[in-house]
């Protein structure tokens, strides 16, 4: 929580962003459910509807902001969505939120998505098809959110190993960094999960919720007439790469025009490497489309 926008304005990642607010941008950076004011839940990580409702309500707050709070600022109904990783997932869950559920309200003039986990299926299997995972807490994050706010059924003894699945909810109260629930956690997929899970988690009846709770809360293909940029590191060890090529297909077999929607993969950088070049990329990419 320490690092949620409204807690730590000086981090350096929120003021790249903030430096779009100098070429007359104004620029929104919501805290997500479970940080901020409501620290006292559980964040809904990689929970689909809450993100993007958070997100939504903040656009709209900006709204009546500029008009009864703010004066001499006009906004334009002119929006341009930027996130990495997670906020890569939700920027483009909130792309497709806005194009189709929130389109009367919201102009929507382009997006940039870097890096983000949109198939969480996917993202499951390929962990449970390695030995090892560097990033143990994005796997105890999901699994975390997902039984607090009963996504799936399955008691959380049924995925996680002892003594993982007794701590898990300690650790995500919001006062522990990544690297502190790492070290609580384990980077070998065998010791982590369940032998059963690993085995059974892409076809076993006693994992179907499980299953179907990632494909609901995974970004399916549509028809895009909004402009898109995907941006991902070729060498990213914590979302594969393939979690953007494989989006990129489905789009354009979805409908999406290739002029719509572009790709631009980063050689050899890994996940934290590839965040300021995909910054930079998405930053001309809005830059772009604002001047047209």
């Known amino acids: 929580n320490a690092y949620a926008p409204s ?10 962003v903030e430096y779009i607010a100098s070429m007359e941008f104004i620029v929104v950076i919501p805290d997500y459910p479970g940080f901020g004011r409501s620290k006292q839940i559980p964040h809904p990580y990689l929970i689909a509807e809450p993100t ?7 656009l709209y707050a900006l709204e009546e902001s500029c008009e009864y709070e703010f004066d001499g600022i006009e906004a334009r109904n002119e929006y341009y969505l930027v996130g990495y990783s997670q906020g890569g997932w939700a920027t483009l869950a909130l792309h497709k939120a806005l194009e189709l559920d929130y389109n009367d309200d919201f102009e929507l003039h382009g997006s940039v998505c870097g ?19 560097p ?14 706010y009963d996504q799936f ?10 003594p993982y699945a007794s701590r898990l909810n300690t650790l995500y109260t919001g006062t522990l960094t990544g690297d502190q629930i790492n070290n609580q956690l384990s980077t070998s997929i065998p010791q982590l999960f369940k032998p059963d899970f690993i085995s059974g988690f892409t076809s ?15 970004i399916s293909p549509w028809t ?7 941006v991902h590191g070729e060498g990213d060890t914590h979302v594969s790469v393939t979690a953007t ?25 890994d996940h934290g490497d590839a965040i300021l070049p995909a910054m930079i990329e998405g930053l001309k990419f809005i830059i772009n489309l604002s001047d047209q």
Do not use: H, W
Not at 153 to 162: A, G, K, M, Q
Not at 224 to 230: G, M, V
């Open 52 to 58: 993007v409702r958070s997100v939504v309500d903040m």
């Open 7 to 16: 807690e730590y304005v000086i981090n350096p990642s929120y003021q790249l």
């Open 135 to 148: 990033m143990p807490y994005y796997l105890g994050y999901i699994i975390n959110a997902y039984s607090y």
């Open 115 to 133: 890096a983000g986990p949109y198939n969480l299926y996917d993202l499951l299997r390929e962990m449970t098809d390695t030995t090892a995972y």
């Open 204 to 218: 076993s009846a006693a994992y179907s919720s499980v299953r179907e709770a990632l494909e609901k809360n995974s």
């Open 153 to 162: 059924t399955n008691p959380v003894s049924d995925v996680l190993n002892e």
């Open 224 to 230: 895009t007439y909004k402009p898109l940029l995907l």
């Open 245 to 269: 090529l494989n989006m990129y297909d489905e789009m354009l077999i979805a409908g999406t025009s290739s002029e719509t929607c572009s790709k631009v993969i980063f050689p050899y950088l």
